[in-house]
């Protein structure tokens, strides 16, 4: 009997893009919907805000105790501040999950459109525009509503201002911020799916009877792997299918008894050949590292 599920539906095909990567695997993506979208800011907003208080905390108590240094703690405190606001985000993205604590926790992660790796200008570019998008409008109202300044025009157009920005991933059916839009960028879901095996000792049962030699076992690096390890977790058969046949045309295996078992076997096997070449401090970072 299926479990009742509380989890957006991930075969909506209007939400549902192709991706193809650079070593020409056609992956199935879902992208995310507004109300994760906000409810991962919303999260992340959060813990930035715990952050501030502990900053706020620890001027005020310096102010209390006269030191002399309390100007230059503000100071710090408003460069902190900036940086915190954008630097959570890039730090954050630009990381292997490719997402921010409030992303990780509501399932979503940020992903390049083009099917290449999230670089870092494309994470810089996205992150910086919420100063436009969000946090410059937001400052302006509260400045002039904690100023009482009764300008209705410049209120109108602060909250025009803010509402396009705020509402501009609704009238666009990739879900886009303009930061997206600009960086080449997708928030997509990560659905968690239970595996039938783990990942490691589980996937050499799976896999085998598989061996490969070691030319075959370099014809990927780590990006490929992490790339493969998320397409098995992922689960999706037609996803497994498509990835087989191009490691299996590209390192030419052609007769397999299952898509997942062969997927499995050459993955722990990949992972097991790259963690004997660290130890004699050889890295691929992919397959055109050389």
Sequence with gaps: MAEPSVRPDFTDPAMRRRLVTPEGVDLGLTLSSAGQRIGAFLIDLLMMLLVLVGMTITVALAALSGASTTTWMVIIWLLGAFV???????????????????????????????????????????????????????????????????????????????GIFLFFPLFNKDRLRIGDLLAGTWVINVPKRRLTY?????????????????????????????????????????????????????????????????LAAYYDAVRQRLERKLLFGRRRVDKFDR
């Design 84 to 162: 915190l606001r954008n630097g959570y985000f890039i730090i954050m993205e630009m990381g292997t999950r490719g997402a921010t604590f409030g992303k990780r926790m509501s399932g979503l992660r940020v992903v390049a459109r083009s099917g290449g790796r999230l670089t870092a200008d494309m994470v810089i570019a996205r992150n910086l525009m919420r100063e436009i998008e969000f946090y410059l409008p937001l400052s302006f109202l509260s400045y002039r509503a904690a100023s009482g300044l009764a300008d209705t025009t410049m209120w109108l157009l602060g909250v025009l201002w803010t």
């Design 198 to 262: 783990e990942l490691g000792t589980g996937m050499r049962e799976a896999g085998h009877g598989y061996s490969f030699t070691e030319e075959q076992l370099d014809a990927y690096g780590i990006y490929e792997l992490q790339t493969l390890e998320q397409v098995l977790r992922d689960g999706h058969e037609e996803t497994l299918a498509s990835v087989s046949w191009t490691i299996r045309n590209k390192i030419g295996i052609y007769e397999i008894d299952n898509d997942r078992a062969f």
